[in-house]
């Protein structure tokens, strides 16, 4: 072997390591949101936890891209720790699929279907198929479903690239009895532990553990203790995750590298201890690479099958580990870790987005009620809620600004254009809901009473606005665009209603029915609720655009209130909220 053969074998890990990547990423975006609410949903017990962490390391191909996300979730208040144990559980066995498919490249036949499955057959026509959809196609999709195949390809050459720079190896006395040195398990945990740790990637070094096992080199002896070891290097990706994170995150990297020391450690004293016993011959004899994958997936099922009925036990243990602080702990809005899987992220600030608008909607519900029934504590809370909904604009939109920077999908952008829309005008909801508060204020403090038939009229607006506001916000939350196309005609119905009132408060006045400081407490009312009438057509509108693709606002409406639907719905709405 010479310096060449070490170039090719950077060179074969660099390719595994972009190929791995690509791949991940491609499944990532293809899955979205859906991994974020299978975490929510399927994590009620240690065995559903369980299966989903198998589930979604082998659909995303990654357990440490699994454990980021983790950490980010929990981070930001999304789950609890002890719901991540069972999942941290899984993915270590879901990760032992890429072994099994890169065991295929040891087949040897003659016949020429079983030939196929070895991967450095298949893989160049996966390249092909997966260049034309990416260069071919139009649906992103599609074109995410190219680069995964792509992914898969490049993976696999840089295996063959691997295999083929350490073939040499076997020829070499040097490398021989440099290997002797892995007869002692616990160098063979550390050397798989501190290369794993290194490239960051447990599907790599098992990779390049195979290349040599196909040498004829390495026998289970050696193979066993550098496996156990690489699942320990894993952990590194975890333990930088937790830099800068809550102590509930950083427990999560704490129960992951907890996980593989304790079953190293009981399996390393099992095995070892009943070599000494019994003898195991099969210890000297040589492993290929469907052995390497086979020790692998049988260490992680074991330490998995022991510990799991442990896992409060294991949360304790993170617990001590990393000790509450006395002082309070800021909390974490949006973990940025959670950017590392864009449609988890996007999916967290749609619900984000959500409890927002919920904010929103409460401050305008609890200022209207102020103009009849006023009550400090009621304005404390309007006040609060508006710095808080300040809060939100802020950082959430920054948080979603970063997001769409980071390759997300078409769908994706168009939610992420929605969310910035709506979040823009939740917070002008709750500076309006502000100025109706300041308004009713002004009427407390005062004294001053409308005249009963105005009271009516006020009464009849708020009904007309609360259902607006009703629609606007349970569309906005159940991304209806049906129940959206029910905005417009109640806006429509609050403008006309609002217009009303104003000419019959100048006919009152004229009779000497009203004040003038009256005429400008209700003015102020009627702007703000009529501001919060056009803001609920807007964020109406933001499900109805992200819908249908190139929708142009101002046509849509100018067109839909020509349509024969929109006048029947709005005569509708016109008789319900009749003035007396």
Known sequence: MDIFSLFTLCGGLAFFLYGMNTMSKSLEKMAGGKLERLLKVMTSNPFKSLLLGAGITIAIQSSSAVTVMLVGLVNSGVM??????????????????????????GI?????????LKPENFSPIIALIGIILIMGSKKQRRRDIGRIMVGFAILMYGMDLMKEAVSPLADMPEFSSLLTAFNNPLLGVLVGAVFTGIIQSSAASVGILQALALTGSITYGMAIPIIMGQNIGTCVTALI???GVNRNAKRVSVIHISFNLIGTFVCLILFYGGDLLFGFEFLRTTVGAVGVALCHTIFNVFTTIILLPFSRQLEKLARKTVKDDTSAEQFAFLDPLLMRTP??????????????GQLAHESVLLALQQIYDYREERASEIEENEDKLDIYEDRLGGYLIQLSQHGVSMKDIHTVSRLLHAIGDFERV???ALNIQESAQELHEKGLSFSETANKEIKILIAALEDTLEKAFSCFAADDPKLA?????????IDVLIEEIRVRHIARLQRGECTVQLGFVLSDLLTNMERVSDHCSNIAMTIVEEQGENVNRHAYLSNLHVAGEFASTLNRDLEKYRLP
């Open 80 to 105: 609890e720790i002890g719901q991540t144990v069972g999942v941290i559980m899984g993915s270590n066995i879901g990760t032992t699929l890429t072994a099994w498919i890169l065991s295929l490249a």
């Open 108 to 116: 040897e036949s003659e016949n020429i279907l079983i030939n196929m």
């Open 241 to 243: 995750s937790s830099i």
């Open 430 to 432: 709750g500076d309006h």
């Open 343 to 356: 449609g988890v992220a996007i999916s967290e600030c749609v619900s984000m987005t959500i409890r927002m």
């Open 485 to 493: 196309l029910e905005v417009e005609p109640l806006e429509e119905t």
